[in-house]
């Protein structure tokens, strides 16, 4: 073929290595093969998953992390219950065995008595704000010191609130009992009066939601009254209905060693792994309810002081049965934490296989790129100067005159 | 009858024929950069004698004819290629822009939903706390900021290519009028069996460019070329010209009309015109119509989530995301519906520190999103997917069709174009037979003093 001039080619190639300088250069700057979704599709769009895999395993050992700490500081306070109870049946044991003074077991009845206020406020632990054995109801102490007596702020002699009173509909009003560990929630519908309260009052007692003996009536003051007529019973009356007003405990009417656990049982799972959740809390009124630790507690410093040795010792009986079921309750937690510092490992090796993938996927070695950029700088180094020593040279170049 | 004066006639024609071989020689090299410019031989023959016997020998030369050499199939070649590379760059160069918006980075739409998932799970561990809800409503603007982003970036391109469609529509014009005028020129000269020459060379250049810019069909006719558009459109017919005009459509896109006022814009295909609309009216409403359906699936499923709970104050929860009516436009209008953190319905029994409605929120990442079937993760990467390869595949198209172009243009330039070696070498061709005849004019000069001076004196 008639060559008329190489400039056309030469520009070409210079093109084609400059092209393939520029992106090695880049390669090696980036470390990565793939800068654009052009530069391979499909390594592109298999990154995107991976990369959201790996923000998901980042997410889940952040999530272990934290329930790691929280379920470790719910530990600590069924470790101070546990150790509590133990020196209360100790104290019991002591009580129980006939020979000390009456004026010892006063001593000893304040002790437990202070036993109690322990285990109380480890069942009001809190992590970073939040109560750890309320359930869901997290904001607010979960176990609350109990009253015979509650009377609502509105009402009086005057103008007094009736059973025909109409309430807020959706409010709501909670009676929570320190003897049967339950609550009663109601829950307020269009139309309902007091007296719909009244009724559903009635109905928990029925139930055994509530014990017997706690009623609701319109008092002399023409006051909303809940309570109950068992001086050694105790409960908790809550109402967000501006009806009612806020719902009080009656001056003088707080039960010595009585608390009623005013959360719920509600368990936040948390996702630690791709098809893993694990229970992030446990509710007091499993940890002690179910245990029956207040009301055994109640029970030992009652009897401690002026019940009889038989009546001590069956209130140590009951102590240790609490105790043990209180160990029973632990165990799932107990078994959370280890799953999770497995988990933790776990995540930990999955971070390092996914990381490798991508690498594989859309990253280049620093070796590679290196040696890729030498290759293009020598291939265009060649080009340029096989371009400077041909495209000048004319015939004209060696014609003499 | 041969004589001194024929042998002078013959010289001073050859003369002659050398000074117009090197006028040729020197058009050519001058000539040598001038693009589309083909290089012109001259065709010596030598005159027959006239036919009086044996003893006559020829009457010298003369130049038969002065040619362009040119080849019309490489040309057309050329153009055809022309108008490939010239609709594969304009989509180049669209797709390019577009990439950016969907290349992994910190705030593309695939790592914004990321973090709103993580922030999600993140709060599941302390439903109450203020700063992690916060998180949740930052995390679900930033997305929102990556969708409109995107969307935006892919109608801003539509918008820049109304105006790169209206440019191109001039410029054809002003080429095709251009190029008819030529027409009747050249057609006087091929109709007196001559090459077109230097109007020919500018005629071809300027198709050349018109090929640049949109699809052409040539055809000869006696009238010189006529040109169409793929479809049929009349663009060039013999003198005359068919301006093609541009108006908004209801669509808010640039539409093309031929010159009764016929809408043909769906029927252009190739150069930056083809290339253009194609990316404006196709490849671009592709995209938006799949980032749209990924926003607006996504964000319904978002506020069915908060349907499903209740918020902080025990209320059910409204809307996430302010979602359109219909999937048209959801990218450029995704927003936020609230900004009050205690609105997020993480609660699933209506007490404040109830994760249980999270989990719901969690379980979009890994569910079917409405009519794609995908999860949000892979339907972005689809997406994703598709950008790259629409890109990848133009770029190759463009590497192609140069790769191409440099073939054809050699194969081209080895017929007609000039080589400055050759032109040189022919240079001193012409120079020497230029000399040549030159000193037979001497020789014959002289030989004429020796005749008028025959037996007389002065001749010794």
Do not use: C, W
């Amino acid at each position: 073929m008639r060559v008329t001039t190489m400039v056309p080619n030469v520009d070409y190639d210079i093109q084609q290595t400059q092209q393939a300088l520029s992106t090695a250069l880049q390669q090696l700057e980036t470390g990565q093969r793939v800068n654009a979704p052009s530069d391979d599709p499909a390594a592109a769009a298999d990154s995107i998953r991976s990369l959201a895999e790996s923000a998901n395993v980042d997410q889940y050992t952040a999530n272990v992390s934290t329930l790691q700490s929280q379920l470790q500081s719910a530990d600590s306070a069924i470790s101070n219950i546990v150790s509590s109870l133990n020196s209360a049946i100790t104290l019991g044991t002591t009580g129980a065995n006939g020979t000390e003074s009456a004026a010892n077991r006063q001593i000893l009845a304040t002790q437990a008595s202070s036993l109690l206020s322990t285990i109380v406020s480890a069942g009001n632990a809190s992590y970073q704000g939040s109560y750890l054995f309320g359930g869901s109801a997290s904001m607010s102490a979960p176990f609350v010191a109990a009253s015979t007596t509650y009377v609502s702020g509105s009402g009086t002699t005057s103008s007094p609130l009736s059973a025909s009173t109409a309430l807020t509909a959706g409010s709501v009003t909670t009676i929570s009992d320190a003897t049967t560990g339950q609550t009663m929630t109601f829950t307020a519908a269009a139309g309902d009066t007091i007296g719909t309260l009244q009724a559903a009052v009635a109905s928990a007692v029925s139930a055994g939601t509530l014990s017997a003996g706690i009623t609701a009536t319109i008092n002399a003051s023409g006051q909303l009254q809940i309570a109950t007529n068992n001086s050694s019973d105790g409960i908790v009356v809550n109402s967000d209905d501006s009806v009612l007003g806020s719902m009080s405990a009656a001056s003088g009417t707080s039960v010595a060693n009585a608390y009623a656990y005013v959360g719920n049982n509600a368990v936040n799972q948390v996702q630690v792994g791709d098809s893993m959740t694990v229970a992030a809390n446990l509710p007091g009124s499993q940890l002690l309810g179910n245990s029956n630790v207040l009301d055994a507690m109640s029970q030992l410093i009652t009897a401690l002081q002026n019940g009889t040795t038989q009546q001590i010792g069956d209130a140590v009986t009951a102590v240790t049965a609490a105790l043990n079921s209180v160990d029973v309750q632990r165990v799932p937690l107990d078994n959370t934490i280890t799953q999770l510092n497995n988990q933790e490992s776990y995540l930990g090796q999955e971070q390092v296989t996914l990381s490798s993938q991508q690498t594989s996927l859309t990253g280049i070695s620093e070796a590679e790129a290196a040696t890729n950029l030498s290759q293009a700088e020598l291939a265009s180094n060649t080009v340029l100067a096989a371009a400077a020593k041909v495209v000048p040279e004319t015939l004209l170049n060696y014609l003499q005159g | 009858m041969s004589s001194l004066n024929t042998a002078l006639s013959i010289a001073s024609e050859a003369l002659s024929a050398s000074t117009t071989a090197l006028q040729t020689v020197t058009n050519n090299m001058a000539n040598a950069n001038t693009p589309g410019y083909t290089r012109e031989v001259v065709e010596f023959q030598s005159v027959p004698g006239d036919n009086n016997g044996s003893a006559n020998p020829g009457d010298g030369v003369t130049i038969a004819s002065v040619q362009s050499l040119r080849d019309e199939l490489l040309q057309r070649q050329i153009e055809q290629q022309t108008q490939d590379q010239g609709s594969a760059n304009a989509q180049l160069g669209s797709l390019q822009q577009i990439q950016t918006v969907f290349t992994t980075s910190s705030q593309d739409i695939g790592t914004e939903m990321s973090a709103l998932f993580s922030s999600i799970s993140t709060l599941s561990t302390a439903p109450t706390n203020s700063a992690d809800r916060q998180a949740v409503l930052t995390a679900g603007q930033n997305l929102a900021n990556a969708f409109n982003t995107a969307s935006n970036t892919l109608t801003q391109q539509q918008t820049a290519l109304n105006a790169q469609v209206t440019q191109d529509v001039s410029q054809i014009n002003q080429l095709t009028q251009q190029i008819a005028a030529l027409n009747p020129q050249i057609a006087a000269l091929q109709s007196q069996g001559q090459d077109g020459g230097t109007l020919q060379d500018q005629q071809d250049q300027l198709v050349l460019q018109l090929s640049q810019l949109t699809g052409v069909t040539i055809t000869n006719s006696n009238d010189g070329i006529t040109l169409s558009t793929g479809n049929g459109t009349p663009l060039v017919m013999g003198s005359q010209s068919f301006a093609l005009q541009t108006t908004t459509g209801s669509d808010g896109m640039v539409h093309v009309l031929d010159a009764n006022g016929n809408d043909i814009t769906s029927t252009l295909s190739g150069g930056d015109l083809g290339g253009s609309i194609q990316t404006r009216d196709q490849t671009i409403p592709g995209l938006l119509n799949q980032l749209n359906s990924l926003a607006y699936d996504f964000g319904n499923a978002f506020n069915a989530a908060q349907a499903n709970g209740y918020d902080q104050n025990g209320n059910p929860g409204g809307d996430f995301f302010n979602v359109p009516a219909t999937s048209a436009n959801a990218a450029a209008s995704i927003s936020m519906a609230i900004s009050d953190p205690s609105l997020i319905a993480a609660s699933s029994d209506g007490t404040s520190g109830s994760n249980g409605n999270l989990a719901n929120f969690s379980a979009i990442q890994t569910s079917p999103l409405g009519s794609s079937g995908q999860t949000p993760t892979d339907s972005y990467a689809s997406l994703v997917y598709q950008v790259g390869t629409l890109t990848s595949n133009a770029n190759a198209e463009s590497n192609a069709t140069s790769s191409s172009l440099l073939q054809l243009n050699n194969q081209l330039n080895s017929v007609s174009g000039v080589s400055i070696d050759q032109e040189s070498t022919n240079l001193i061709s012409y120079q020497q037979s230029y000399e040549a005849a030159a000193r037979v004019v001497t020789t014959v000069q002289a030989l004429y003093q020796v005749l008028l001076t025959m037996g007389t004196s002065a001749a010794e």
